[in-house]
């Protein structure tokens, strides 16, 4: 039987305009919109048949949408962990819960600070970022609890945006495409490597999903290079959550049951 693949998504927080910011200013952020946005990306979830399974909303919490920072989920076990801006820390007892149904969960503490958004697993390797977000003590600790289960932990240094999948996510098992700008293409070694448009340096954030690319419609030019690679791409609208500095990998957690 074909597992099933469930997204954990959260909804958009009344109070998202108070979002964290580190490399963008702030900008009026149309609430309405960016929960439309949301439901958009739900729905592109639901028709690449993925169960999308919300955790209860978190009104007082700004970036609670961005629920991939709360936690890293594998095959065989969750970490939840203890992400780099304090006010985001009250995020991750609801996914805790609820992740719990579905996974043996272990969790990271202090000095430890870790951001969902600097992991990118492939395979058996998952590499984290060291970002303002996620330290050293983290880096050796996600080593030291997932070395048992077989994965290897590989830092990687970046900089310029605020997250490893800023600069970098998987499009295919054996694909990246990446911000060279940001981060090094040979921090991947054996990868075959799509390069974003010089003009859309955000666009290296995509949601691999069921042998498609999750990716934002506003970034056409690196569209374009996915689908000449032969990539099948779902373009979801989100320029508004965007300016909360959040993209389409951060709007869920996605595991297989
Ligand atoms: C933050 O700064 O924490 C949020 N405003 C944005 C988080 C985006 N998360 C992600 O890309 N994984």
Not at 154 to 176: E, N, Q, R
Not at 225 to 230: F, I, N
Request: glycine share 6%; charged share 20%; net charge negative.
């Amino acid at each position: 039987m074909t597992p099933e693949l469930i997204a954990l998504t959260r909804p958009v927080s009344a109070s998202i305009a108070e979002c964290e910011l580190t490399h963008l200013s702030r900008a009026p952020i149309d609430v309405v919109r960016a929960a439309a946005q949301h439901s958009a990306y739900e729905a592109a979830l639901r028709l690449l048949r993925v169960s999308v399974i919300q955790v209860g909303a978190a009104p007082e919490l700004p970036d609670a949408v961005f629920i991939e920072d709360t936690a890293i989920v594998l095959d065989e076990v969750a970490v939840i962990t203890r992400p780099g801006a304090d006010i985001r820390r009250r995020e991750t007892d609801a996914v805790a819960e609820v992740l719990s149904e579905y996974r043996t969960v272990l969790a990271l503490d202090a000095p430890a600070t870790l951001d969902g958004g600097d992991v990118l697993t492939m395979g058996r390797t998952i590499y984290v970022g060291r970002s303002g977000r996620t330290n050293d003590e983290a880096i050796a600790r996600v080593g030291a609890m997932l070395g048992p289960y077989g994965y290897r932990v590989v830092a990687v240094d970046f900089a310029g945006c605020l997250h490893l999948k800023s600069a970098v996510t998987a499009v295919a098992y054996d694909v990246v495409l990446l911000n060279p700008a940001w981060v090094r293409a040979s921090a991947f070694p054996g990868y075959e490597i799509i390069h974003v448009d010089p003009s859309e340096p955000h666009a290296a954030n995509g949601l691999r999903v069921a042998g498609a690319v999750v990716f934002p419609e506003h970034f056409p030019l690196t569209r374009t290079r996915l689908e000449g690679r032969g990539l099948h791409v779902v373009t979801v609208p989100c320029d508004e959550l965007a300016k909360a500095e959040g993209a389409v990998t951060c709007c869920c957690l996605l595991f297989s049951v």
